[in-house]
């Protein structure tokens, strides 16, 4: 069999297989639960964080240098991209359906 005609039939077997998932009528209350429970966990986790020296933290935050934290800021945003960059390398090795959003996802999950 000629490569182009399995590679099509591969492609048309996908698609049929994405046309297929089952859509759950939950799925949506199910992403505004998860979606709260992440908001609500990092709302606690600051507030434990700063709960005792939030007064000092604001005066430093305050005081500081914003090109020297643009800058910082800057630099996680670059290394967290590059990282991503290269798992989607990896992974797109293996599977052409692997895209940067996913890299980037779990990237940060894993951060």
Not at 48 to 69: C, H, Q, T
Request: hydrophobic share 50%; proline share 2%; aromatic share 10%.
């Amino acid at each position: 069999m000629d490569d182009a005609k399995l590679e099509k039939q591969v492609q048309k077997k996908e698609i049929d297989q994405n046309l297929e998932k089952p859509t759950s009528k939950n799925s949506g209350i199910k992403y505004i639960l998860n979606i709260s429970f992440v908001l609500i966990a990092t709302g606690l986790s600051i507030f434990f964080a700063l709960k005792d020296d939030a007064p000092e933290i604001a005066r430093y935050l305050v005081g500081a240098n914003v090109w020297s934290l643009l800058v910082v800021v800057l630099i996680m945003v670059a290394c967290a991209l590059l990282r991503s960059f290269i798992l989607y390398c990896f992974a797109h090795l293996f599977t052409r359906k692997y895209r940067f959003h996913q890299a980037l996802a779990v990237d940060q999950i894993g951060v």
